[in-house]
Structure formats: structure tokens, C-alpha cells
């Protein structure tokens, strides 16, 4: 139940959570057309960079194939002395005499070629000794064979661990070793255009790298691991992330006989600024909503919380006074008529309230007659069913007792048990009725000194259903639930019905446990009564006749607890 503050508060919550959520879905929209224009974005701009890379190669590839010819005749013109100089002097001194004289016609191989080193390889591809920077190098990139032609082989790759670009030619000298040439391209041929495509700069890239390897870049010193190279790149591969894209694509710079050399071209491209500005776009947006929202809700619900406000106010008047104030001036016209239309029809129940409140008096006047007459009744039917009840158990004096102190530990144990007043009340007033079916049980069966037959027992029985004949009418039924339930045991072996558990009563379960109590505690003519010492242990353990088994274990409990009150209470009755 809301108040006209509280509802203008609700409707104006509710309002900016519907605008808030609208720009929410229009932020993701956002973010969305974001990431498929940072798609085609960064693969346009790829493209380019794609093309420019591969006319780099292809003016490298080029500048070094017009001197392959150059190349051949270098190498060969001094071959033989080569051979016999590493055959005769063998080790390190001889190829440094082969550098020294290769060294000094090394203009014959070409301009581009800046340097040259000699080194023995076995098939493997180890290097077994070494002039220049070789000296350093264990193992080259690659194993050497017997090229398939008769061809000078030659393979165009970088140094072991470096970005530096060389060619390889080698000659077998004997069974597992080649004589191997490494012929040094001048740097200046492609690091300059390497490092001038690295700087360049198209839409959004932040970084151009090109990778010999997974950690060796041509495009500046030093190494840098890429896990993703590291990994194999076989195609384009496009990593995407929140704001950024990365593309990776290998291109092959050299290939000879199955030896491979590959360049991998890295490109990522940022637009962090991008969703700084749509995230500056979408606070301004939200800020303009939730004002508007917050301004044009307050300017409709002002006038509606104001008409609601003067209708509490004339409301909480009619609960005070009873009488409606007159009509103000309302900002709705709604709510105008339909003030109105109350203050008629208050007008109209003001005079029907003072007529039913004449009839009123007269009702309860006469409810209150009938009321005392059914007490009376009631009581008159309560006291001639006790003496029925006494009637039916045998005309002395102790059945009266009997009867009473049923009666009275009966209500007893319903208040120990926490049962609701009207109950216990009715406990107190019909537990006494629990055998007045009796009645109808023939005198010579209900005063039998000796042991009923099978069919005398059968007969005794019947008091329970009996008992219908009497209180089977309205205000009786719990008199009726005792007299008809009280034999019923809780273990279903009682009768008549041979109910079980919380199928019988509690009420009957209480009167049963009091008129066993009772009966084996009380004086006959054909026994003794027990102490309350013996009738407990037999109510809690049996005797082959009584069985706790009998009783709601619940009752037995409470009973157990509270024996020594029951006991001081059965006395004093």
C-alpha cells in the first residue's frame, strides 16, 4: 500500500530503471557495430600492409637473384684450391686461408655481398670448425645435402639465433662433411625498408613486427617471444580481444630442396579510443535520459500525488469524524467526480448505518436471549448425560467417582499436552460421557460378577458405537469422538474400528490413558486397587494385558513426566 510520496517515488524509480535499461541495450548495440567495424576495419588496413610487405620481398628476392650468376662463378673459380687446402692442411688454419682468398676477390659475387665466412658441416647440419662469427655457432638452421642438379646449391636464411640474412652454398668434400660458404648481404639492402614498414602508420595500427622466429625480430634488435608464432602459424591467423585485434601471417622468404625459410608479419591494431568515446557518448546519454525522465515523471505525478494527498487526508477525516469534508478543488478531473460521487454515497450510507444500527440492537438483544437459552439447554443435556453415564456404569457411589476424576485428570493432562482452550474446555465436560453407550447394554451383561463369554464380550463392545444413539448430535462431537474412540489402541489393536495412531482422536487417546489409570488404581469388588507406583510401571512397561504399545507415545511421555502431579490430584478427588 503505497502513500502519494511513496507512489511518486515508485513511479519515478520505475521510470528511470525502464530508461536506464533502454540505454543499457543501446550501449550493447554500440559495443556490438563496434566489434564488427574493428573486423573489417583492421582486415582492410591489413590488406594493405599485406601488400606492401610482400613488394618489399619481392624487391629483396629479386636484388639477390640477379646476382646468382655472379654468385656460382665466385665460388667455383676457386673451389678445387679450397678443397686442397682443407684435404691437405685441414682444421681451422685451413679455411682461414680459403676466407683470405675469397675475401679478396669477394667483389666478383656481387655489390650486395658484404663479408664471408668458410666453415666445415657434417650431415647433420653441426658445424665441426669455423671462421667469424660461425666460430660461435654450433648447429646451422638447416642440414646440408647433395644438391638432386648440378647446380650450386645455395639457401637464402638468417644466422642461428639472429636476424641477420645469409646465404648458404656448400660442397661435399668427403663422406660426412661439406665445405660451406656464408656469404653476407649488405643489412642496408632490407633493414631499411623492414624498419620503414614497422613505422608505418594506417588507420589504427599500433605495432607492425616481422619475426625470423618465434622470438628474433627483423625489424629491430633484441628478442621478443610470440607465443602465437612459437606455436606454428601455417595461415592468417586474427586474434581478437576487447579493443584490439592482432593478425599473424607467414610468407616464405626462401626455399630450396624442402629447406624452408620463413618471415612472419605481425599487425595489431588498437581501438581503445573508440570505446572512450562511446563510453563518453553513453554517460552524456544517460545523464540527458535520466534528467529528461526524472523531470517529465515529476511533472506528471505532481498533479496526481497532490489529488491523493487531499483524498487521504479527507479519507483518514471520514474514519476519525464520519463525516466527509467538503469537496476542494482537485487538479484531475477523474479524481474530482469522483470525490463527488463519494460524498453522495456517504450521504446515502450515513442514513443506512442509523437504520441497521436501530435493527442492531434489536438482533443482539435477541441473540443474547437465545444465546443464554442455549447454555442453559446445554448444560441441562451435560448434567442428564453424567447421570445417564452413572446409570449406565452401575447405580454406587464409586462410578460417580469414577466418572469425576476421569473428568478431571483428563483436562489435566490436555493442558500438559498444550491444547487449545476450547478443547481442554470440552475435555473437562464430556470426558465424564465416555461410557454412556452402556445404557443400552443389557443389566445382567454390565453387573456380571463372573468373566464374560466371547459373545458377552462382543456385546460389551458395542456400548462405544452405542454411544451414537445419544451424542450423535450438534455441539457433542468431541463427546462423541470419546465415547466412540476411548477402546481404540494406538498400535490399531483396540476396537471397534481398530484404528491406529493419528487416525484416533486425542481426546480419546487422553480418556483412554485416564480410564485405564483410573481402573486399575480403583477398588471392585472382585480386586484390589493398585498403588500408583504399580499402576505406572504398568502403564510404561506392561503386564500382558496393558501394553504402552496401547497409547499415544507422545501422551505416554507427558504422562511419565507428570506422574507425581496426577497422582496428588487423583488423591484429592
Request: hydrophobic share 40%.
Amino acid at each position: 500500500m503505497y502513500d502519494s510520496k511513496k507512489l511518486k517515488k515508485v513511479v519515478m524509480y520505475r521510470n528511470l530503471t525502464v530508461a536506464l535499461i533502454t540505454t543499457i541495450v543501446i550501449g550493447v548495440i554500440f559495443l556490438m557495430w563496434l566489434n564488427v567495424f574493428i573486423t573489417k576495419d583492421s582486415e582492410k588496413n591489413f590488406e594493405i600492409i599485406d601488400s606492401a610487405f610482400q613488394n618489399i620481398l619481392s624487391a629483396l628476392k629479386e636484388s639477390l637473384t640477379l646476382q646468382t650468376s655472379n654468385v656460382d662463378k665466385f665460388l667455383l673459380n676457386n673451389l678445387q684450391l679450397a678443397k686442397s687446402l682443407v684435404l691437405n692442411l685441414g682444421g681451422y688454419d685451413a679455411l682461414k686461408s680459403i676466407e683470405k682468398i675469397y675475401e679478396s676477390s669477394l667483389e666478383d659475387a656481387g655489390e650486395v655481398f658484404v663479408d664471408i665466412d668458410v666453415a666445415l658441416v657434417d650431415l647433420n647440419g653441426k658445424v665441426l670448425s669455423s671462421t667469424g662469427y660461425h666460430s660461435n655457432v654450433s648447429e646451422l638452421r638447416f642440414k646440408p645435402s647433395e644438391p638432386s642438379d648440378q647446380q650450386t646449391p645455395k639457401f637464402l636464411t638468417f644466422l642461428p639465433n639472429e636476424n641477420r640474412l645469409v646465404i648458404y652454398s656448400w660442397f661435399r668434400i668427403s663422406n660426412n662433411e661439406f665445405l660451406t660458404f656464408i656469404l653476407y648481404p649488405d643489412p642496408r639492402l632490407y633493414v631499411n625498408l623492414i624498419k620503414g614498414l614497422a613505422t608505418l602508420k594506417i588507420g589504427n595500427t599500433k605495432e607492425i613486427a616481422i619475426y625470423v622466429d618465434s622470438e628474433n625480430r627483423l625489424d629491430i634488435s633484441g628478442k621478443v617471444l610470440d607465443s602465437v608464432i612459437d606455436a606454428g602459424i601455417k595461415d592468417k591467423i586474427i586474434v581478437r580481444r576487447i579493443t584490439s585485434t592482432t593478425l599473424y601471417k607467414p610468407y616464405t622468404l626462401s626455399t630450396y630442396e624442402g629447406l624452408t625459410t620463413n618471415l612472419y608479419l605481425k599487425v595489431t591494431f588498437d581501438y581503445m579510443n573508440y570505446v572512450y568515446i562511446i563510453a563518453l557518448i553513453i554517460v552524456l546519454f544517460i545523464l540527458i535520459v535520466l534528467i529528461f525522465t526524472y523531470l517529465s515523471t515529476r511533472s506528471a505525478i505532481t498533479p496526481f500525488a497532490s489529488d491523493m494527498t487531499k483524498l487521504g487526508i479527507a479519507v483518514r477525516e471520514v474514519g476519525n469524524s464520519g463525516i466527509l469534508p467538503p469537496a476542494g478543488t482537485f487538479n484531475l478531473r477523474d479524481t474530482q467526480e469522483f470525490y463527488e460521487t463519494l460524498s453522495a454515497i456517504m450521504q446515502e450510507l450515513s442514513a443506512t448505518l442509523e437504520e441497521l444500527e436501530a435493527t442492531n440492537e434489536e438482533l443482539e438483544k435477541a441473540y443474547n436471549e437465545v444465546s443464554a437459552k442455549s447454555k442453559e439447554f446445554r448444560r441441562l443435556l451435560l448434567n442428564m448425560s453424567e447421570r445417564l453415564a452413572m446409570i449406565a456404569e452401575g447405580y454406587d457411589e464409586e462410578t460417580g467417582h469414577h466418572i469425576y476424576r476421569v473428568k478431571i485428570l483428563s483436562r489435566f493432562l490436555g493442558e500438559k499436552l498444550q491444547l487449545d482452550d476450547e478443547r481442554i474446555e470440552e475435555l473437562g465436560m464430556f470426558a465424564s460421557l465416555h461410557d454412556i453407550g452402556k445404557i443400552f447394554i443389557p443389566h445382567e451383561i454390565l453387573k456380571k460378577p463372573s468373566r464374560l463369554t466371547p459373545e458377552e464380550w462382543e456385546i460389551m463392545k458395542q456400548h462405544t458405537i452405542l454411544s451414537k444413539r445419544i451424542l450423535d448430535v450438534p455441539g457433542f462431537e468431541t463427546a462423541l469422538n470419546i465415547a466412540l474412540y476411548h477402546h481404540e489402541n494406538y498400535d490399531g489393536t483396540g476396537y471397534p474400528f481398530g484404528l491406529k495412531g493419528e487416525e484416533i482422536p486425542i481426546v480419546a487417546h487422553i480418556v483412554k490413558l485416564v480410564d485405564v489409570y483410573d481402573a486399575l488404581r480403583s477398588e471392585r469388588p472382585y480386586k484390589k486397587g493398585l498403588s500408583h507406583e504399580e499402576t505406572l510401571r504398568i502403564i510404561l512397561e506392561g503386564d500382558g494385558r496393558t501394553s504402552p504399545s496401547h497409547f499415544s507415545p507422545k501422551l505416554l511421555e507427558v504422562f511419565e513426566t507428570h506422574n507425581n502431579e496426577i497422582d496428588e490430584l487423583w488423591r484429592s478427588i
